[in-house]
């Protein structure tokens, strides 16, 4: 029986990624910063075990309770709205030691296994935010195609061991709590000379056009990384995030 492990499970894309990997036999590891087995349904095949990736002991105990695995997926993240001018060095690198270290550390942790068993697959969760410049997500940005880079280095060192790397790249998904948050955190990163244009900016992106990505679009490239041997490097997710991504192939 295949098993999973996937970072920040408790909402969002992690959630759905988890239900979606249970409801096709998998024994799936749901690691959360603070666990909640509520929200997954009750499984013999489901563990929930507690993990914040920028923690290196919180690691190490969940790498160890989770034991041999089959497939990563690194989707623990967070998001950051504001013009850099206002955004604080600090917050900056809260941002890439849970968007890039966390994933690097979590990678770190998992592939002596994956190179032991000589098979395996590591899925990082990136943006399409990488596809396309926007305003008021430099930061954010710039972790994102952090990971983005590492990954295409990773791939190549770990294929000889039978070990796959895949970058799932989803859209906007503005109904998810991760834009919530991201949001609010925007409240504290707009200097007055960016207000009124931010606001133009904001405004536009709290629109939900029709071409938006869903947690049930992740779920489906996620598996399709997992499951697809010939899956491309990068999958895109969401009718959005496959609009961008057509335009720069």
């Known amino acids: 029986m295949d098993t999973i492990l996937i970072t920040g499970s408790s909402s969002g894309f992690g959630l759905e990624t988890a239900r979606y990997f249970l409801d096709r036999d998998w024994t799936v590891i749901a690691a959360m910063r603070t666990p909640r087995a509520d929200v997954l349904p009750k499984s013999e095949r489901l563990r929930v075990v507690a993990l914040d990736v920028t923690d290196a002991p919180s690691i190490a105990r969940a790498v160890e309770e989770a034991g041999p695995i089959d497939a990563l997926v690194n989707n623990a993240g967070a998001g ?18 849970l968007n890039t270290f966390g994933t690097m550390a979590m990678t ?3 592939l002596p296994g994956l190179r032991e068993q ?3 697959v590591i899925v990082n969760v990136s943006s399409a935010v990488t596809l396309k410049p926007l305003p008021m997500l430099s930061a954010y940005t710039a972790s994102k195609m952090a990971v983005e880079a590492f990954s295409e280095n990773l791939a190549l060192e770990v294929e000889s061991f039978g070990v796959r790397v895949r970058l799932v790249i989803p859209g906007r998904a503005p109904g998810t709590s ?13 200097p007055e000379a960016y207000a009124d244009w931010a606001k133009q900016v904001f405004s536009g992106a709290s629109q939900q056009p029709a071409d938006i990505t869903t ?10 990384a997992v499951t697809d041997r010939s899956s491309p490097f990068r999958i895109p997710a969401g009718a959005d995030a496959v609009s961008l991504y057509a335009k720069t192939a």
């Open 108 to 110: 770190q942790a998992v």
């Open 80 to 97: 950051l709205m504001g013009a850099l001018e206002g955004v604080s060095i600090n917050a900056t690198r809260q941002i890439f030691e």
């Open 118 to 120: 000589r098979s395996g």
């Open 215 to 224: 947690a049930s679009d992740v779920a489906e490239a996620v598996w399709q």
């Open 178 to 190: 991760f834009s919530a948050a991201a949001r609010a955190r925007s409240q504290t990163s707009i």
